[in-house]
């Protein structure tokens, strides 16, 4: 598989419709050059079929932003946990329903902290965890600094290794559920790599690092502070076996540093931080007691704080039923419903029709979707010289336009975007409902550098509920776009879905040919249009007994 695409584990997506999916995501290029991309699905190191496990003791890479590309993790009891963050659920106002809890890990070097985030992780069995690591806020060396880590002569154990305004800036936006772009670090090149990873806030934050507690403004945003206090030897000697295998060190290289400055800055900056701890645990990751009675602790304040993951199916479902003001928002905008709209309309919504006449048919209705969206999108006064040397005075549209796609379906819009605005940047998002707890949850990402400064056009074929829309405006506004400039374009909304995201995004323009008045049990659009993306890619499973062999029935018995 090629490097930069995403790896399905087996046991990650196990139905051949999710490797569909994440196939086409493989496939799918971005034509913006500059694009950053955040796959939100696990890259099984060890290969097919066997997910990354945590294991006791072990430093298990997944587990800090800044030691690995993965971001999903499976606990030994199979559990899939997220450690990028992003809470799949968000309440009628579009807002994350609680802020994250903060755990704050200190401790001298190796001496467990990032065994004991893993261990709180796993015993804590929730799905959205952030974790994040002081590594990835080392400052970048000049050249004479490199120079002397390269000798073991620089002190990465002071306070001023650190970029602790970046650190509490991070932490902050974290803490509102925006996402951050976080530096990832390479301990064998002294450097940050040139890719850094996107996060987002979570249920749950984890942070670790040495000097995790040296700053008070970064303290104060803690809800709990943990010390990890592991006897000295035992800290150098798992040092010297990790810097030796995991960051390429020499032995007597690691017991220099160690002798200079690791052991020093441990008695000067590290070892005070207990004095701050709220709990503080002996041994590390081996402390079963100290790290169950960290995670009932957790446990009793999310629930104090109204944590209740079962609630946010009941919310969707409440929201899918609910009753809505007769009156359409007067952020909605319904194309006008002319014959040939009607029209187009027929054909598609017809189960009888053929898939090429779906995809011609729908194409069409797409460009007069977004030939009417533009009507939407900012034009500023621009002058022009016509051949007859005579100037007139028109109009140019704002060059930051932006098509973001809803996975897979959404897509289907791509090239009608194109054919109306020429190479126009595009980003991507998959977003999948989780079929046990039927919430949505984010697997892909990619948007362009700089999105915040970006008109948006958000495009999904059909919106229903409105939770995937829902969540692909969080994302977006969490990448701090502008939610008055978010235009969602789709073929196809549904009453409940477009009540639902007026009222949670007021500033969102809404643009569509039509708006059906129910949901089934099932959450699809009544009358509605059938799975769009299946129809269009071809991928529905036919039922036999439902094929209709009357052959006359073509779609031209509808006009067109
Ligand atoms: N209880 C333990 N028994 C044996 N090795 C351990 C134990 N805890 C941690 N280690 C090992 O020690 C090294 C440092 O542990 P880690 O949790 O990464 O510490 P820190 O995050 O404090 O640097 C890792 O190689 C890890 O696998
Ligand atoms: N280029 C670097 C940067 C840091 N270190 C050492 O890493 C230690 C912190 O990481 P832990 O996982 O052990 O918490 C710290 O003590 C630094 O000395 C390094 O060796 N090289």
Known sequence: ??????????????????????????????????SSVHELVSRSGSGEGSPPLIKKGRRNRTISGSKSEDHMLYTESGKKVYTKGRPPWYDRQGKALKKPYVIG????????????????????????????????????????????????????????????DLLYETLKRLRHGKSVDVP??????????????????????????????????????????????TDSDTRLARRLERDIEERGREICGVMEQYLRFVKPAF???IAPGMKLADVIVPRGGENEVAIELIVRQVKNQLAERGYDPSKNLQQRQELAHAEFPMVLPSSLHII?????????????????????EFIFYSERLMRILIENAMNFVPYEDYEVETPTGQKYMGKRKCKNLCGVAI???????????????????????????????????????????????????????TVATGAAAMMAIRILLDHDVLEENIILLSLLMAETGVHSLAYAFPKVRLVTTAVDAHLNEQFH?????????DRYFGTETINPCEVDDDEDDDVLENGY
């Not at 419903?337 to 009607?342: A, C, H, S």
């Not at 659009?525 to 993306?533: A, E, K, S």
Request: glycine residues 6%; proline residues 3%.
């Open 1 to 34: 598989m090629a490097e930069g695409g995403i790896l399905v584990s087996h046991k990650q997506v196990d139905t051949n419709k999710h490797v569909t999916i994440m196939e086409a995501a493989m496939k799918s290029s971005c034509t913006s050059s500059d």
């Open 105 to 164: 890990i200190c401790g001298g070097s190796a001496s467990g902290k990032t065994t004991v985030a893993h261990r709180i992780i796993e015993l804590l069995d929730m799905p959205w965890v952030t974790v994040l690591s002081m590594d990835s806020f080392y400052k970048v060396l000049n050249e004479e600094q490199h120079e002397l880590a390269t000798k073991n002569d620089y002190n990465f154990d002071h306070p001023s290794a650190f970029d602790f």
């Open 184 to 229: 990832v670090y390479d301990f064998t090149r002294h450097q940050r790599d040139k890719n850094s990873k996107v996060m987002y806030g979570a249920d749950v934050l984890i942070f670790e690092g040495i000097l995790a507690f040296h700053r008070s403004d970064i303290n104060e945003m803690m809800d709990l502070k943990v010390f990890v206090d």
């Open 267 to 269: 008695d000067s900056f």
């Open 336 to 356: 006008e419903d002319t014959p040939q709209v009607r029209g187009l309309h027929t054909v598609i919504r017809n189960k009888k029709t053929s898939r090429d």
């Open 407 to 461: 996975m897979r379906a959404g897509e289907t819009l791509e090239k009608s975007l194109r054919s109306v605005i020429k190479d126009c940047k595009m980003g991507k998002i998959l977003i999948q409902t989780n079929e046990k707890t039927m919430e949505p949850e984010l697997y892909f990402l990619r948007l362009p550098k700089n999105i915040h400064q970006y008109k948006i056009l958000l495009m999904d074929a």
């Open 525 to 533: 659009v009544i009358p509605g249009i059938g799975n769009f993306g």
